[in-house]
C-alpha cells in the first residue's frame, strides 16, 4: 500500500525554467491537496481538488497552475519559476468529507523539495 | 474561514504528560477539529479528531471546551519522538470552501531527556 507518491523527491531548476511535480494516490480519495512549507512557516494550501476534473485555488496560487486530470493523479506546475518559490512541496489525500457523523483523515506525501536557484 | 490560535512552542520532559492548546472563537457548528503533528524532514500525519466530545485514540486525547471555542491535544507521557510540530485545524466542510484544510504555523514540541 503506497498511499501518497511524490515525485520528484527534490529538484533544482533554474529561475524561467518550467516543471510539473506529480502527486499520485491508490487510496481512492477524491479530494486532493497541494503544500508549499518554507522554513519557520507551517503549511500553506495553494490549490485543491474535490474532484475528478475539479481544482480550487488555496492561500497562496498565484505562479502556480495545477491539473486532475485522474482521480488518482494531481499535478502541480510552474510555469516560470521564481526563486520564491524556493520551497519543500507536500501533497496530500483524503476521501469525501461527507460520508456521515464521521469525518475523516487527510493522508501526506514525503515532500518535493525544489530549489530554484 | 474560522481559523485558530496555537502556542508557537511548548517544552515538556520524557514522560509528563503534555497538554497543547488550542483557541477557535469563530468555529461553527459543523467544523470538526483536526489535530495533525510533523516530524522532523516528514509530511504531516493524522493524530485526532472531534467534535463536541472528548476522543481519546491510542496516540493521545483531545479535550474540547463545552462552548466549542478551544480544545486541548494531550500526550499522556509525552516520549523523545513526540517532538514535533503539532498543527490544530478546522476542517471546513460547507459551501464553496468544502474539503479545503488549512494548517497554521502549528506549536513545535521539545521534549527533554
Known amino acids: 500500500n503506497a498511499g501518497v507518491t511524490q515525485t520528484p523527491k527534490f529538484r533544482v531548476l533554474k529561475t524561467g525554467q518550467s516543471m510539473t511535480l506529480l502527486c499520485a494516490q491508490d487510496?481512492?480519495?477524491?479530494?486532493m491537496y497541494w503544500y508549499r512549507q518554507d522554513p519557520g512557516m507551517g503549511l500553506r494550501l495553494i490549490h485543491y481538488?474535490?474532484?475528478?476534473?475539479?481544482?480550487a485555488k488555496g492561500e497562496v496560487p498565484d505562479g502556480y497552475n495545477v491539473s486532475r486530470l485522474k482521480k488518482q493523479n494531481f499535478l502541480l506546475g510552474l510555469e516560470s519559476a521564481a526563486p520564491s518559490q524556493t520551497s519543500v512541496y507536500f501533497c496530500?489525500?483524503?476521501?469525501?468529507?461527507?460520508?456521515?457523523?464521521?469525518?475523516?483523515?487527510?493522508?501526506f506525501g514525503q515532500g518535493t523539495r525544489l530549489t530554484v536557484v | 474561514d474560522a481559523k485558530t490560535t496555537q502556542p508557537n512552542s511548548m517544552e515538556s520532559n520524557e514522560e509528563e504528560p503534555v497538554h497543547l492548546p488550542c483557541n477557535h472563537s469563530?468555529?461553527?457548528?459543523?467544523?470538526?477539529i483536526h489535530w495533525y503533528r510533523q516530524l522532523p524532514s516528514q509530511g504531516p500525519e493524522y493524530v485526532i479528531h472531534?467534535?463536541?466530545s472528548n476522543v481519546n485514540n491510542r496516540m493521545a486525547s483531545l479535550a474540547i471546551a463545552e462552548d466549542r471555542k478551544s480544545s486541548t491535544l494531550i500526550l499522556h507521557r509525552a516520549t523523545l519522538r513526540d517532538a514535533a510540530v503539532y498543527y490544530c485545524?478546522?476542517?471546513?466542510?460547507?459551501?464553496?470552501?468544502?474539503?479545503?484544510?488549512?494548517f497554521g504555523r502549528g506549536t513545535q514540541l521539545t521534549v527533554w531527556p
Open positions: 485545524i478546522l476542517r471546513d466542510r460547507r459551501g464553496s470552501t468544502l474539503g479545503r484544510l488549512y
Open positions: 472531534g467534535l463536541t
Open positions: 496530500a489525500s483524503s476521501p469525501t468529507l461527507w460520508t456521515g457523523p464521521r469525518d475523516t483523515e487527510a493522508f
Open positions: 469563530t468555529i461553527s457548528g459543523t467544523d470538526y
Open positions: 487510496m481512492n480519495h477524491e479530494y
Open positions: 481538488s474535490v474532484g475528478e476534473g475539479t481544482t
